[in-house]
Every structure is written in C-alpha cells, then in structure tokens.
C-alpha cells in the first residue's frame, strides 16, 4: 500500500511560482506513474501531467504546458510539480496520484492512490 502526502501550497501572486511536493511511503515510488491533478472551484477535476516509471511524461492539460513541470526524486521517494508564471486560474486544491504498474500513465484519472490534496490560490 502507498500513501502520498502532499505539501507546498499556498497564496501566490499572479506571475509567481510554487513548487509542490509529494512524499511517497510504503513502497518505492519508482514503481509508479506519479501524476498531479487540480480540482478548480465548481469545476470538475483535472489531469496536469504524468511522468513513468519509463521516464515517459504525459501532458493532460494544454492549459500548463511550458509553466508546469513534473519530475521525482528516487533517492526521496517524492514527487514535485514546479509551478511557474502562475495565473488566478491556476487557483484549486492539487493532488498527487499514483497508479501501477508505472510503465504508462493512465488515461483520465484512472490512478490506484491519492494525496489528501493541498490548497493554491493565485491572487493579487
């Protein structure tokens, strides 16, 4: 059993950068397709990206494509999803997914575990 605990959200201005974290117990997170999803207000949750076991990274949302980054760190067993040239839509509750086997990312948010999720507001 994994579980996945994230931390690193908060109040940020727009243009501003937050960087998420995702500590991972219980098993090697190497073995995982690790995701991060947001849930805006009043919206439906949504995929960001998805990087492999393989190393393969899947991007779900145009929306983040060349502001967010996702990548982990074996030696720690977590995940992080780098943040940058943040706007007020970028606002919602981000979670940390987890599925396996890692070797593809699933479609849609098919993932086996969860974080408990973490708040970012963007906000001037």
């Known amino acids: 059993q994994l579980q996945l605990v994230e931390s690193g959200g908060g109040l940020v201005q727009p243009g501003g950068s937050l960087r998420l974290s995702c500590a991972a117990s219980g098993n090697p997170l190497d073995y995982y397709a690790i995701a991060w999803f947001r849930q805006a207000p009043g919206k439906e949750r949504e995929g960001l990206l998805c990087?492999?076991?393989?190393?393969?990274?899947?991007n779900y949302a145009d929306s983040v494509k060349g502001r967010f980054t996702i990548s982990r760190d074996s030696a720690k067993d977590t995940m992080y999803l780098q943040m940058n040239n943040l706007k007020p839509e970028d606002t919602g509750v981000y979670y940390c997914a987890a599925d396996w086997p890692g070797y593809a990312c699933p479609d849609g948010d098919k993932y086996d575990y969860w974080g408990q999720g973490t708040q970012v507001t963007v906000s001037s």
């Open positions: 990087i492999s076991s393989e190393g393969g990274t899947t």
